[in-house]
């Protein structure tokens, strides 16, 4: 103690226990806490209120097996108790009727004595006897009985059952001379007897057998016998009697007289309500163990008075257990509504915290009283600073403070509008924000209203978005109204007019008709392609719309004589915004593209005609040459005819012979020139069914000029019953022609001798990706083509030759294109040596062409007209 006085350092200042407690006692009361408390603050809360709950049942189990144990000690107790008092008064009993015995055996030894020595007679000894008997109540029977044990004399109480009374002169019965009689006679000393009772004997007799000595002889007993009943009654004091059941009990457990318990059949005597006690049992003193004393308590009233107690405090704890079960079951119900409360609370809280919208709460007298999450962070003000102000508020921009104070009235006075209105909120930094608000009442539990409720956006984005959309669609709108093209939407089988831009509304007006015109004579189906096994009642029912709208538009090109303008229409399925399928027609105007075509086409066609005419030029030496021959032949004819006329004259038939000759060579030269003229002659490019053999003898006949002259020899092969072809022949003829002349001039530019100098041309029937038609190809035996030539073949004025214009292969091909026909070149090869090359075209025979797959090609293909 003599550190009691120093503060603890141990311990913090605040946990010093109060003065009357020493700072040791603190210190082990909180070590001991402590671990304690750690435990319980290391539970779950669900474990806590477990063990709360669990705590006080446990308490009131213990109680009651605390009273029940004491119940038992106490009974323990009270049972030894018990017992010490029967030993107590039992052993006292004893003593009674034992000093009784011993005194009656004083008297009756006297008796004896004075019988030996013979101081009294038979008289005298009834008379002592009867006496004794009237005196003494306990004592039935006194008799003399001499040595020969023969009943001298006997007297006994009137009382006593007859068959048990002894008669004089009668002799002992062998039983008791047996026994007692011969024992008292042998040790010269009063001798008690086993009581005897015969069968039927209700009062069973205690025997005393007292030796009559006369001068050391043996002269006979007196014997007396004792009722054990009255013994039981006289002997025993009166309060051990009311106590107790006393019986006195033979060595062989007989009952010989007094009361006896029923046993126990309530189980332990250590119940509370057990009845019984345990009897007690002792030997009565002179009788030794032939008499047997035992006494059994009564219950008292004491037991009851426990038992009650007990019953009592059972039935009290029972009701507390029971109590206490329901509050625990109550607690937790309470508990489950407070979990389910703080659960619906949390999920509010998180709710208006995640809420972007701000919530602002006022009383009816327009002071704020709450606001949440949202609204501190919009505007920047925390909620301490906002709640319990009044107008105006801090975030009311100054410039707008009348008409917020006129609204804060409407609000007050509950005259706002469902729909709100917008308002400019300033933040606490100054900036500022479009904000939307919202006004509710506020009602409380009682249905009473304690102020208004609002709720406040920031519309600042939306009408940002607003704006970017109106600008967007304003955009959308003026790129649509300024296009140089046609756009209308209608829905399919509607007269109703979604969408037309003011190139439509220019050429058609605001109707429908205009939309429905073009799709018509565009020769499109307003209906998209519907198919047979779907539902005719609804035709659109579960129509891959997808697929429509996403396919390729269509389009075609049209006249439209109201406008006197060609139209490019494309027409398209789409997906409205409200969902309907509708088409959309792209009208473009396509006027002056169709000049320009029209006027390439015209230009192609005199180029072609040029070309022509430029071949021919080309071809005039040639030309002149070959006429030469005719003209001179004429001429020869005509002077050989004159000088005959002018000589000797000429026979008739010799000058009929001549002028056909010269006929002859007349018309040959005519051919030559009308070839020639039909070959250049301008006119309309017209197709017709044209003979294959045809095109291929004219071609040859006048590229043979040309091949003649530059001693190329052709030789050409032409398949057999080849069908017509749908061709403008004099084009076709051009194509070979120039074929023919490039192939004699390649030859002839390599120089090649005579025996190499020859130009194959093959007509054959030829397929071409399944579409039947005819080819022809021109072989020849010249360089062949240089890589570069190759590259550059079909362009127009590409040319090697120093007088070359480099128009014809360009020609050529879209000669054979505007056929729908294809044309290709390439080289021929011995091993690595360039033998030549070779010119091919096929043209589709006429029933195929109209099959072929993309007629468009025709129109799409520059300068020649479809
Ligand atoms: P041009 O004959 O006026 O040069 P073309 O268009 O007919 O124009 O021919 C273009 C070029 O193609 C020619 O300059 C020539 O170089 C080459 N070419 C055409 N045919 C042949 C051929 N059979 N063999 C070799 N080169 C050829």
Redesign the pocket.
């Known amino acids: 103690m003599g550190n009691c006085c120093k503060p603890s350092h141990t311990l913090p200042p605040m946990s010093v226990p109060p003065s009357h407690q020493t700072p040791g006692q603190g210190l082990a009361a909180a070590e001991v806490r402590k671990p304690w408390r750690a435990w319980w603050r290391r539970q779950a809360p669900h474990r806590q209120d477990r063990f709360a709950a669990l705590a006080p049942l446990v308490a009131v189990v213990l109680f009651l097996a605390a009273i029940a144990s004491s119940f038992l000690y106490l009974r323990l107790e009270e049972i030894d108790r018990e017992q010490e008092a029967v030993k107590r008064d039992v052993e006292y009993a004893q003593q009674q009727i034992r000093l009784r015995l011993l005194e009656r055996q004083e008297q009756l030894m006297r008796v004896a004595r004075d019988a030996a020595n013979e101081e009294i007679d038979v008289e005298e000894f009834v008379s002592r006897a009867q006496s004794l008997i009237s005196q003494y109540p306990e004592l039935q029977a006194v008799s003399w009985i001499d040595e020969r044990r023969r009943i001298k004399t006997s007297y006994a109480a009137p009382s006593l059952h007859t068959p048990l009374m002894r008669m004089v002169d009668d002799v002992l019965r062998p039983g008791e001379t047996e026994t007692n009689f011969s024992l008292a006679r042998d040790l010269h000393q009063p001798v008690y007897g086993q009581p005897l009772g015969t069968a039927g004997d209700p009062t069973p007799l205690l025997q005393l057998h007292i030796p009559l000595t006369d001068r050391g002889r043996f002269a006979g007993v007196v014997l007396a016998e004792y009722g054990t009943d009255a013994l039981l009654r006289h002997g025993v004091p009166a309060e051990v009697l009311n106590k107790y059941a006393v019986a006195l009990v033979a060595s062989d457990g007989r009952m010989l007289a007094g009361t006896v318990m029923p046993p126990s059949t309530s189980g332990s005597r250590l119940l509370p309500w057990s009845s019984q006690a345990e009897p007690y049992e002792i030997p009565v003193s002179p009788v030794g163990n032939g008499l047997v004393l035992r006494a059994q308590a009564y219950r008292t009233s004491q037991g009851v008075v426990g038992s009650g107690l007990f019953w009592l405090v059972g039935a009290l704890s029972v009701l507390t257990a029971w109590m206490l079960i329901g509050s625990w079951s109550h607690t937790r119900k309470r508990q489950q509504a407070q979990q389910a409360l703080m659960a619906e609370t949390n999920f509010r809280r998180a709710m208006e915290n995640s809420m972007l919208t701000g919530m602002r709460a006022m009383d009816l007298q327009g002071r704020i009283t709450y606001v949440n999450a949202a609204f501190c962070q919009m505007t920047g003000w925390s909620e301490g600073e906002l709640v319990g102000r009044t107008a105006p508020f801090p975030y009311w921009p100054e410039e707008d403070l009348e008409y917020l104070i006129a609204r804060l009235e409407d609000e007050l006075n509950g005259r706002s509008t469902p729909s709100g209105f917008q308002l400019r909120i300033k933040r606490r930094d100054g900036s500022i924000f479009d904000a939307r608000l919202y006004i509710s009442p506020l009602i409380d539990a009682v249905g009473k209203q304690t102020g208004w409720m609002a709720s406040i956006t920031d519309i600042t984005e939306p009408n940002r978005i607003r704006e970017q959309l109106s600008a967007s669609y304003e955009r959308f709108t003026t790129v649509l109204e300024a296009l140089d093209a046609a756009v209308s939407v209608a829905p399919l089988g509607s007269p109703e007019l979604l969408f037309a831009n003011k190139l439509y509304r220019q050429w058609f007006g605001s109707q429908t008709h205009g939309h429905e015109s073009l799709v018509a004579r565009a020769g499109m189906p307003s209906m998209p392609p519907n198919d047979e096994h779907l539902d005719d009642v609804d035709a659109y029912a579960g129509l891959p719309t997808d697929s429509l709208t996403t396919s390729d538009a269509e389009s075609a090109e049209i006249h439209v004589a109201e406008l006197g303008k060609w139209l490019e229409v494309r027409a398209r399925y789409l997906s409205w915004v409200d969902g309907r399928l509708v088409q959309m027609v792209i009208a473009t105007d396509i006027t002056p593209r169709r000049l320009a075509e029209e006027q390439a086409a015209h230009h192609a066609e005199r180029a072609q005609t040029s070309s022509r005419l430029i071949t021919m030029g080309e071809m005039a030496s040639s030309v002149a040459h070959e006429l030469n021959q005719p003209l001179a032949a004429i001429t020869n004819y005509c002077n050989g005819m004159v000088s005959r006329l002018n000589g000797n004259g000429i026979a008739h038939e010799d000058l009929l012979a001549a002028l056909e000759k010269t006929s002859r060579q007349a018309q040959r030269a005519g051919q030559i020139i009308h070839r020639i003229q039909s070959f250049v002659k301008r006119s309309e490019p017209k197709r017709s069914l044209s003979n294959v053999q045809d095109i291929v003898q004219e071609s040859v006949e006048l590229a043979g000029i040309e091949l003649r002259r530059r001693n190329v020899r052709l030789s050409h092969y032409v398949a057999a019953r080849l069908p017509p072809l749908m061709v403008d022949p004099i084009l076709i003829e051009q194509v070979l022609v120039?074929?023919l002349?490039?192939?004699a001039?390649?030859i002839d530019s390599a120089q090649r001798p005579p025996q190499r100098r020859n130009i194959e041309l093959r007509v054959l029937p030829r397929q071409e990706a399944d579409v039947p038609g005819i080819e022809f190809a021109?072989t020849?035996t010249?360089?062949?083509?240089a890589p570069e030539?190759m590259e550059h073949?079909?362009e127009a004025f590409?040319?090697?030759?120093a007088?070359?214009?480099?128009?014809?292969?360009?020609?050529?091909r879209s000669i054979v294109e505007s056929h729908m026909g294809r044309m290709q070149?390439e080289n021929i090869y011995n091993g690595s040596e360039c033998m030549?090359?070779r010119?091919s075209f096929w043209i589709p025979l006429a029933k195929a062409a109209n099959a072929l797959p993309n007629p468009a090609n025709a129109a799409k293909t520059p300068g020649v007209p479809a």
């Open positions: 120039n074929l002349r490039n192939a001039e390649a021109v020849d010249g360089t062949g083509l030539v073949l079909f590409f040319s090697t030759k007088h070359g214009m480099g128009i014809g292969l360009n020609l050529c070149a030549g090359c010119f």
